[in-house]
């Protein structure tokens, strides 16, 4: 942000638990394409839908485009596109040992209501028209691509039943069967690069790669297509009835398990948050917000000291919503700004640019991660932050390093 | 700054020099290439079956005037069609063959620009990369292959474009995507491509950025296959794809891509390499008295090449891809003079690759080196840089004395008219103008569609190539009724004499052995007699008959 005088960054945000579920891997590579690889094209056409964390964001950009908009059930994506439309350069970065850890939603149901969500939120953003004042016909282009994806979707999901039964009883010149099988070839092209991509994804990662999972995802891709359809054919039912509430997504902690067992990452990248006293959900809250202020507290006192060097240390936005620090968005949730953050970060910004997400349940069932030790919640700190503080090697990066050794020394 | 100014110049005057350097070598090759292309070499009847199909594609909207066999995947006279379509016809620019022949010197002139490009990129060397293009553009055997409408000459180029693509200097995926895609046109033109495959995806593997290789790799690997894959469908939705008589090809005689692709497989089978005796070392004979500069030079250094692979990786893998193809030729089956055309512009390429890496050790030795000892290397670089286009020259001038191409006489030769030519205009000109439309005639195929393509009527419709009413049971049965006395007329090329006698057409000897020439025409060694059939009720005149039942 500070060397490339970019206003926008959006880092990198990956699903990890790619064993849990059957959808998991797929579930995984697609964030790993989408955060590796898509946006990264979509930052160069200058088009851009936003994740909903791990986004930094310079204050006055924010306050030109007037902050988030509450009502979109997808206003990650929808200030992107306003952003974007600002022409700002923006930035994504990918990054192993600094992507933002998540999980997979725990059950099949969780997961068409994720995707409804976004699918439904996409639609909202197209309907607003945003994209249309964008500058330039490639940005409109790729935003239109983008945003109406979900009724493509959809429209290739009620397709399946027809197509099914073509195939059956009718008889077609050849050229248009040849034709007919082209959408086909492009599926069993994507197949095959999600295969490329587990292996690619368990390899950066330093995780083991099953010498079955192809053929498991031989087995679960169709199944998972499938579901994101159905999605799709739930946000055109949704849209229509003009059904428009946010549907939460469950959280688990089945990320940390797998990053565990695979990377053993170290301290200095995250701190653990300290174990509750009690398993009732309510005082464990109570407990944990206590005591998790007090070690945030330590942080953002440190992360003053670094921004307090810094040129833009009064108009530096970081909008932590992530769901990967469940407990910030229950501090959300209860419209208590967590006073942590405000000495360093959040103070800079009106209230009103980071609106509380009321549509949050404010019952939402306390995940088991904060009575099991090894699945409590962590906090990760900023690279700044864990250089100064310790020194010890991140395993994954040492593995990448030396691998880049390698191959660095080939001729090329 | 002040220094950075003169050196931007100097770079902008390199690139506009080398862009100079360029359009002169495209314009040598094209005038060795375009000059009497129309005239020299006589017209082969693997032409004609290819317009023909070109002419079936843009009329017929099918891949063959008659059965499609799957002898070849068709891309190559689509191609071909679409070129047609460009120009306005096939009689753009004469013949039909020569309306395909304009179409070749494209391919030359494209092949050539590639070919710079990948020596350039390998070698870093204009030098190098101008001796490999003046040996694939002045070799008088390519220049004899290279004018004539087959489809290798069109495989070529699209190797090469792929094998380019593929030594940007920055490979993104989408680059990646579209070498794959240029391969797949290639080996959807010939199939002999196909034989590249293994050596191109290394490359992709050792040219693509670590971090995205095996992705780069996988996905050009599955983008050729499914593009090879789409053939099979098409056979496969034609339902044509497994031989009739088995469970899965069902009772109704057809054609079948399986079978058709055994038969190549094992057309005229020997023992390939390890026969003296067969195809493969009779036209190597032919080759090396032809071409000793590219095929005996080219092939040396290509295996010179595998072993300087460890430090030359590039320059290794070109000898590989040099050797994949010799695969090919070697594998045991019928071996065609101009199955050698994908191999020409490698086998430069070794050539000027491997003189290149010698002219620069001797330049890193110069470097390295103080005194005499530098004095020494210094001269011996020059002198390799001299030699080497000297070798270039020498080679050339030997091969424009060769006697294998008649060049022994007049090294020029290539750039006149041949004989041959005249007397096969002369023939199909006098078919236009003496016989009646509606007569049957067994005909060569390098005259079909100026036979069926004629402006304001329906051409020959009843003229067929000798393989067709001969073989195909669609023409011999359903046109002839497989009874000779149908047969108007025959056009006997030395071609449709030899193969009739070779291989005991039916229906064609017969033909003859109840004809008379009318007319003849003669030149050299080329004569074109043409026949007609005595039916026992002959109509006075060039009249047309009725079929018998």
Same mark, same amino acid.
């Given at each position: 942000?500070?060397?490339?005088?970019?206003?926008?960054?959006?880092?990198?945000?990956?699903?990890?638990?790619?064993?849990?579920?059957?959808?998991?891997?797929?579930?995984?590579?697609?964030?790993?394409?989408?955060?590796?690889?898509?946006?990264?094209?979509?930052?160069?056409?200058?088009?851009?839908?936003?994740?909903?964390?791990?986004?930094?964001?310079?204050?006055?950009?924010?306050?030109?485009?007037?902050?988030?908009?509450?009502?979109?059930?997808?206003?990650?994506?929808?200030?992107?596109?306003?952003?974007?439309?600002?022409?700002?350069?923006?930035?994504?970065?990918?990054?192993?040992?600094?992507?933002?850890?998540?999980?997979?939603?725990?059950?099949?149901?969780?997961?068409?209501?994720?995707?409804?969500?976004?699918?439904?939120?996409?639609?909202?953003?197209?309907?607003?028209?945003?994209?249309?004042?964008?500058?330039?016909?490639?940005?409109?282009?790729?935003?239109?691509?983008?945003?109406?994806?979900?009724?493509?979707?959809?429209?290739?999901?009620?397709?399946?039943?027809?197509?099914?039964?073509?195939?059956?009883?009718?008889?077609?010149?050849?050229?248009?069967?040849?034709?007919?099988?082209?959408?086909?070839?492009?599926?069993?092209?994507?197949?095959?690069?999600?295969?490329?991509?587990?292996?690619?994804?368990?390899?950066?990662?330093?995780?083991?790669?099953?010498?079955?999972?192809?053929?498991?995802?031989?087995?679960?891709?169709?199944?998972?297509?499938?579901?994101?359809?159905?999605?799709?054919?739930?946000?055109?039912?949704?849209?229509?009835?003009?059904?428009?509430?946010?549907?939460?997504?469950?959280?688990?902690?089945?990320?940390?398990?797998?990053?565990?067992?695979?990377?053993?990452?170290?301290?200095?990248?995250?701190?653990?948050?300290?174990?509750?006293?009690?398993?009732?959900?309510?005082?464990?809250?109570?407990?944990?917000?206590?005591?998790?202020?007090?070690?945030?507290?330590?942080?953002?006192?440190?992360?003053?000291?670094?921004?307090?060097?810094?040129?833009?240390?009064?108009?530096?936005?970081?909008?932590?919503?992530? +769901?990967?620090?469940?407990?910030?968005?229950?501090?959300?949730?209860?419209?208590?700004?967590?006073?942590?953050?405000?000495?360093?970060?959040?103070?800079?910004?009106?209230?009103?640019?980071?609106?509380?997400?009321?549509?949050?349940?404010?019952?939402?069932?306390?995940?088991?991660?904060?009575?099991?030790?090894?699945?409590?919640?962590?906090?990760?700190?900023?690279?700044?932050?864990?250089?100064?503080?310790?020194?010890?090697?991140?395993?994954?990066?040492?593995?990448?390093?030396?691998?880049?050794?390698?191959?660095?020394?080939?001729?090329? | 700054?002040?220094?950075?100014?003169?050196?931007?110049?100097?770079?902008?005057?390199?690139?506009?020099?080398?862009?100079?350097?360029?359009?002169?070598?495209?314009?040598?090759?094209?005038?060795?290439?375009?000059?009497?292309?129309?005239?020299?070499?006589?017209?082969?009847?693997?032409?004609?079956?290819?317009? +023909?199909?070109?002419?079936?594609?843009?009329?017929?909207?099918?891949?063959?005037?008659?059965?499609?066999?799957?002898?070849?995947?068709?891309?190559?006279?689509?191609?071909?069609?679409?070129?047609?379509?460009?120009?306005?016809?096939?009689?753009?620019?004469?013949?039909?063959?020569?309306?395909?022949?304009?179409?070749?010197?494209?391919?030359?002139?494209?092949?050539?620009?590639?070919?710079?490009?990948?020596?350039?990129?390998?070698?870093?060397?204009?030098?190098?990369?101008?001796?490999?293009?003046?040996?694939?553009?002045? +070799?008088?055997?390519?220049?004899?292959?290279?004018?004539?409408?087959?489809?290798?000459?069109?495989?070529?180029?699209?190797?090469?474009?792929?094998?380019?693509?593929?030594?940007?200097?920055?490979?993104?995926?989408?680059?990646?995507?579209?070498?794959?895609?240029?391969?797949?046109?290639?080996?959807?033109?010939?199939?002999?491509?196909?034989?590249?495959?293994?050596?191109?995806?290394?490359?992709?593997?050792?040219?693509?950025?670590?971090?995205?290789?095996?992705?780069?790799?996988?996905?050009?690997?599955?983008?050729?296959?499914?593009?090879?894959?789409?053939?099979?469908?098409?056979?496969?939705?034609?339902?044509?794809?497994?031989?009739?008589?088995?469970?899965?090809?069902?009772?109704?005689?057809?054609?079948?891509?399986?079978?058709?692709?055994?038969?190549?497989?094992?057309?005229?089978?020997?023992?390939?390499?390890?026969?003296?005796?067969?195809?493969?070392?009779?036209?190597?004979?032919?080759?090396?008295?032809?071409?000793?500069?590219?095929?005996?030079?080219?092939?040396?250094?290509?295996?010179?090449?595998?072993?300087?692979?460890?430090?030359?990786?590039?320059?290794?893998?070109?000898?590989?891809?040099?050797?994949?193809?010799?695969?090919?030729?070697?594998?045991?089956?019928?071996?065609?003079?101009?199955?050698?055309?994908?191999?020409?512009?490698?086998?430069?390429?070794?050539?000027?690759?491997?003189?290149?890496?010698?002219?620069?050790?001797?330049?890193?030795?110069?470097?390295?080196?103080?005194? +005499?000892?530098?004095?020494?290397?210094?001269?011996?670089?020059?002198?390799?840089?001299?030699?080497?286009?000297?070798?270039?020259?020498?080679?050339?001038?030997?091969?424009?004395?060769?006697?294998?191409?008649?060049?022994?006489?007049?090294?020029?030769?290539?750039?006149?008219?041949?004989?041959?030519?005249?007397?096969?205009?002369?023939?199909?000109?006098?078919?236009?103008?003496?016989?009646?439309?509606?007569?049957?005639?067994?005909?060569?195929?390098?005259?079909?569609?100026?036979?069926?393509?004629?402006?304001?009527?329906?051409?020959?419709?009843?003229?067929?190539?000798?393989?067709?009413?001969?073989?195909?049971?669609?023409?011999?049965?359903?046109?002839?009724?497989?009874?000779?006395?149908?047969?108007?007329?025959?056009?006997?090329?030395?071609?449709?004499?030899?193969?009739?006698?070779?291989?005991?057409?039916?229906?064609?000897?017969?033909?003859?052995?109840?004809?008379?020439?009318?007319?003849?025409?003669?030149?050299?060694?080329?004569?074109?007699?043409?026949?007609?059939?005595?039916?026992?009720?002959?109509?006075?005149?060039?009249?047309?008959?009725?079929?018998?039942?």
């Amino acid at each position: 942000m500070l060397q490339e005088k970019v206003g926008i960054v959006q880092a990198g945000v990956q699903l990890m638990n790619f064993r849990t579920h059957w959808y998991a891997i797929h579930n995984c590579i697609e964030y790993f394409f989408w955060f590796k690889s898509r946006l990264h094209f979509h930052a160069k056409v200058g088009m851009i839908p936003l994740g909903g964390n791990t986004v930094f964001f310079r204050r006055d950009l924010l306050e030109r485009v007037g902050g988030w908009d509450e009502a979109c059930l997808t206003e990650d994506a929808d200030i992107g596109l306003r952003l974007s439309v600002l022409n700002e350069p923006i930035r994504v970065v990918y990054d192993v040992q600094h992507v933002t850890r998540e999980e997979t939603p725990p059950n099949v149901g969780s997961f068409i209501r994720q995707r409804t969500r976004w699918q439904q939120g996409f639609l909202q953003v197209l309907a607003k028209g945003t994209w249309l004042a964008m500058p330039r016909f490639s940005q409109k282009l790729l935003a239109f691509y983008t945003l109406s994806y979900p009724l493509l979707q959809a429209a290739l999901t009620l397709l399946w039943i027809p197509a099914l039964l073509t195939v059956l009883w009718m008889k077609l010149p050849v050229w248009v069967a040849m034709v007919s099988f082209l959408p086909l070839y492009s599926l069993f092209f994507q197949f095959i690069a999600t295969v490329v991509g587990a292996y690619m994804f368990t390899r950066e990662y330093g995780l083991r790669f099953p010498i079955l999972l192809p053929l498991e995802m031989a087995l679960s891709f169709l199944p998972y297509q499938w579901l994101i359809g159905i999605s799709s054919v739930r946000v055109l039912y949704r849209t229509l009835l003009h059904v428009q509430n946010w549907e939460k997504t469950e959280h688990v902690g089945a990320h940390r398990i797998s990053e565990r067992e695979a990377t053993p990452l170290t301290t200095p990248s995250y701190v653990a948050l300290p174990k509750a006293t009690t398993n009732t959900p309510s005082s464990a809250l109570k407990a944990l917000v206590e005591e998790s202020t007090n070690a945030l507290k330590a942080i953002a006192k440190e992360s003053a000291a670094i921004l307090k060097d810094s040129p833009m240390e009064d108009t530096l936005e970081m909008r932590i919503l992530s +769901s990967d620090i469940f407990l910030l968005d229950s501090i959300n949730n209860a419209d208590e700004t967590p006073t942590l953050l405000r000495p360093a970060i959040h103070s800079a910004t009106p209230r009103s640019t980071v609106p509380a997400r009321p549509h949050i349940n404010p019952e939402t069932p306390i995940p088991p991660c904060i009575v099991e030790e090894l699945n409590c919640p962590t906090v990760k700190l900023s690279d700044d932050i864990a250089a100064r503080t310790h020194k010890l090697q991140d395993p994954v990066l040492a593995n990448r390093e030396s691998r880049a050794q390698q191959q660095g020394g080939k001729e090329r | 700054m002040l220094n950075k100014q003169p050196a931007t110049s100097y770079q902008q005057l390199r690139q506009i020099a080398e862009l100079l350097l360029i359009l002169v070598i495209l314009l040598i090759a094209g005038f060795a290439h375009g000059v009497a292309m129309f005239d020299n070499p006589f017209y082969l009847g693997d032409e004609g079956t290819y317009m +023909s199909e070109a002419w079936a594609v843009v009329k017929e909207g099918r891949f063959d005037p008659y059965t499609y066999t799957y002898g070849h995947a068709p891309l190559g006279w689509v191609q071909i069609a679409l070129w047609t379509l460009l120009v306005g016809g096939f009689h753009t620019f004469g013949t039909a063959i020569e309306t395909g022949r304009a179409f070749m010197l494209i391919y030359q002139l494209g092949s050539t620009f590639l070919l710079y490009g990948i020596a350039r990129k390998i070698s870093n060397s204009t030098i190098v990369a101008t001796i490999t293009c003046l040996l694939f553009a002045f +070799s008088p055997y390519a220049i004899y292959i290279h004018r004539r409408v087959l489809l290798d000459n069109s495989v070529t180029f699209w190797i090469l474009l792929s094998i380019l693509i593929l030594l940007s200097n920055r490979l993104t995926l989408n680059r990646v995507w579209l070498s794959a895609v240029a391969l797949g046109i290639g080996i959807l033109s010939k199939e002999n491509a196909i034989f590249l495959l293994p050596v191109l995806a290394y490359m992709v593997f050792y040219r693509t950025d670590p971090s995205h290789r095996w992705l780069a790799t996988i996905g050009w690997v599955t983008i050729v296959s499914a593009m090879v894959s789409y053939y099979v469908m098409f056979a496969a939705l034609n339902g044509e794809l497994f031989p009739y008589g088995t469970p899965l090809g069902g009772s109704r005689p057809h054609v079948s891509m399986l079978d058709s692709l055994l038969w190549q497989a094992g057309r005229e089978k020997d023992g390939g390499l390890f026969d003296t005796h067969s195809k493969f070392w009779h036209t190597v004979g032919i080759w090396w008295q032809a071409e000793p500069i590219l095929i005996i030079g080219g092939s040396t250094a290509a295996l010179l090449s595998i072993l300087l692979i460890k430090k030359y990786r590039l320059v290794g893998l070109m000898g590989i891809a040099t050797l994949s193809l010799w695969l090919f030729l070697m594998r045991g089956s019928l071996v065609l003079d101009f199955y050698i055309a994908p191999e020409l512009p490698f086998m430069a390429l070794n050539m000027a690759l491997v003189l290149g890496v010698v002219a620069t050790t001797c330049q890193e030795l110069w470097q390295k080196h103080h005194g +005499s000892w530098r004095l020494f290397w210094g001269v011996l670089f020059r002198g390799m840089q001299v030699t080497m286009l000297g070798l270039c020259c020498a080679g050339m001038l030997l091969e424009y004395t060769s006697p294998a191409l008649g060049l022994q006489q007049d090294p020029s030769l290539l750039w006149k008219p041949a004989r041959a030519v005249a007397t096969q205009k002369a023939a199909l000109q006098w078919i236009q103008t003496h016989i009646a439309q509606c007569n049957s005639m067994v005909i060569d195929p390098s005259m079909w569609t100026d036979l069926h393509e004629i402006a304001g009527s329906n051409g020959y419709q009843l003229s067929h190539s000798y393989w067709q009413v001969a073989l195909d049971p669609a023409i011999q049965r359903g046109v002839f009724q497989n009874n000779w006395r149908n047969i108007d007329y025959i056009v006997a090329t030395p071609g449709l004499l030899f193969d009739t006698n070779f291989y005991h057409l039916p229906l064609v000897t017969q033909a003859l052995q109840n004809a008379s020439p009318i007319v003849s025409f003669k030149s050299g060694a080329t004569q074109i007699d043409i026949f007609q059939v005595h039916k026992g009720v002959l109509k006075p005149g060039l009249g047309c008959s009725t079929l018998d039942p």
